[in-house]
């Protein structure tokens, strides 16, 4: 008997069918369970009956944060679908390139985007489209359920059925199609309860990333569901209402998870310095960079220990999980290894290196991805381990430290030079607000470090103040040998340093 997946949302609505399982912020809307099972049922009736749609079609969406991703989401895993959500940070041509890849026969989207979509759509040579509204008398999408003339009931699925195309941010290349499966959110979802309480009744998890990101969907948001808890969700970002939110009793947020960028905005508002946390019970960043020690530190002063992890898109999202420890923290430790999932570091022959050194990161396990679409699996694979590109060292307990992305290292005389490394001690740097390093071409030294400053207002930062301050702290053959000057670090939308956009507006001249 193959391993199958029982339907969630069914599942819960049998069990709890008057708890709250979806909230939407900006419309000021909850569903329980039983409401989310029966507009779940409509919509898969539709997809198949009303547009026709086959098992394994695919369906691409557009909108801003809202519960009906949801729906739409559970619906397409119910009707055997894909669902293709599309990133509306891309122009329209990067759109149109993800939609010609993943051939979606139905396209969905929000007031917001429909200009967006329907030229999308229209470039591509898709038809059937649905639009939903804030204004639910406007919203084609909620008429089309309350008038569905049947109901599709959940069952079980095969955990090799494929449900979700999830497509990297391409800051660094051509976006790839992370494939999700029944089995790969099932078992990211059972390694998530034993790292961050999330099987535990109560849970009311604040998702505040884009929901056409893994980090939303997948990280904690669908585990949260997987166990019956509850999901709340903004429309977009915003620091200020964040941290209303977790401060407010009567809203109840028991878990959060974001990048390390979105904490720091958060911890850096003035009202955060008296802020209790009454219900909350885990909060995790996803990502590592400068600003690591100071917000782990700050959120300490206040009584809570920040979980820190490591982990991807095609990994889960979550491969490990720093759940105590404050100086294993400070030293900026990603944790030990998820319970189901194994992890090699090894070198470039695949050969596995000691603890203490560097190595690339290689995963496998049932939450991760079984493969990118329309891509050779050999070409990201050597047997079942996934090679991620990551470039980590471990302790003597197998504690993992994340150095740096493989494709960011550089040669500089023939040593390897980690621009995170070089990052975390120029971040230091009194007047120093922000701070990427690249590398630029050198006609002596084949490659050497940029450092591109984001100062901070009125502050003044120079090459030699920079090398002043490294003095010490690193190699003179990693320090960098030139700068520049930025009015803002451009970054990706989960606000990630958008290396790419570094590169293509610095690698080819050296400025200072």
């Not at 569905?148 to 290349?173: C, K, V």
């Not at 977009?236 to 947020?253: H, S």
């Amino acid at each position: 008997m193959k391993p199958w997946v029982h339907d969630w949302v069914a599942y819960h609505a049998s069990c709890r069918p008057n708890a709250p399982a979806l909230t939407d912020i900006a419309r000021g809307v909850t569903e329980t369970w039983g409401e989310l099972q029966d507009r779940v049922g409509r919509l898969a009736f539709l997809l198949r009956e009303h547009f026709g749609l086959k098992p394994q079609d695919r369906v691409a969406m557009i909108a801003e944060n809202d519960i009906r991703i949801f729906e739409l989401q559970f619906a397409c895993m119910r009707a055997g679908l894909i669902l293709v959500p599309m990133s509306w940070r891309l122009a329209v041509g990067e759109m149109v390139t993800l939609a010609k890849d993943a051939a979606p026969k139905l396209m969905i989207y929000d007031t917001a985007w429909r200009e967006t979509g329907d030229a999308v759509a229209d470039t591509v040579g898709i038809g059937p489209r649905l639009l939903w509204s804030d204004a639910i008398a406007e919203s084609p999408y909620d008429a089309l359920i309350a008038g569905a003339s049947g109901t599709m009931p959940g069952g079980s699925h095969d955990e090799d059925t494929i449900t979700h195309i999830l497509y990297t941010s391409g800051t660094t290349g051509l976006p790839k199609g992370a494939l999700c499966s029944q089995g790969t959110l099932k078992h990211h979802a059972l390694n998530a309860a034993q790292t961050s309480r999330l099987s535990e009744r109560g849970v009311n998890h604040l998702n505040i990333v884009p929901l056409f990101h893994a980090g939303a969907l997948n990280t904690y948001s669908n585990p949260a569901l997987y166990w019956g808890g509850q999901v709340t969700t903004t429309r977009r970002f915003d620091p200020a209402e964040t941290l209303r939110l977790l401060t407010d009793p009567k809203v109840g947020i028991t878990h959060m998870c974001g990048v390390l960028q979105m904490y720091e905005l958060v911890t850096a508002l003035p009202e955060f310095a008296n802020a209790t946390f009454p219900a909350l019970r885990t909060a995790l960043f996803g990502g590592w960079g400068p600003k690591t020690v100071w917000v782990h530190q700050t959120w300490q002063d206040r009584g809570f220990f920040l979980q820190l992890s490591y982990g991807s898109t095609e990994q889960g999202p979550l491969v490990t999980v720093l759940e105590q420890g404050r100086e294993l923290a400070l030293k900026n430790c990603s944790g030990t290894v998820m319970s189901g999932t194994e992890l090699r570091l090894v070198d470039a022959d695949g050969n596995d290196v000691p603890d203490g050194e560097v190595g690339e990161i290689w995963t496998r396990g049932p939450a991760i991805t079984p493969g990118y679409w329309n891509r050779p699996r050999e070409d990201y694979f050597s047997g079942d381990w996934f090679r991620t590109g990551d470039c980590a060292r471990k302790d003597e307990a197998g504690r993992l430290y994340i150095v740096d992305r493989l494709r960011e290292v550089y040669r500089s005389g023939g040593e390897n030079i980690y621009p995170a490394e070089v990052e975390l001690v120029l971040a230091g740097m009194p007047g120093v607000k922000e701070v990427a390093v690249i590398a630029v071409p050198d006609d002596r030294w084949g490659e050497v470090g940029m450092a591109i400053i984001e100062p901070e207002a009125g502050a003044t930062v120079t090459l030699e103040m920079l090398l002043a301050h490294a003095d010490g702290k690193l190699a003179r053959f990693k320090q960098p040998k030139h700068m520049a000057i930025i009015d803002e670090i451009p970054r990706s939308a989960t606000l990630k340093i958008d290396r790419g956009a570094l590169k293509k507006a610095y690698n080819a001249a050296p400025a200072v």
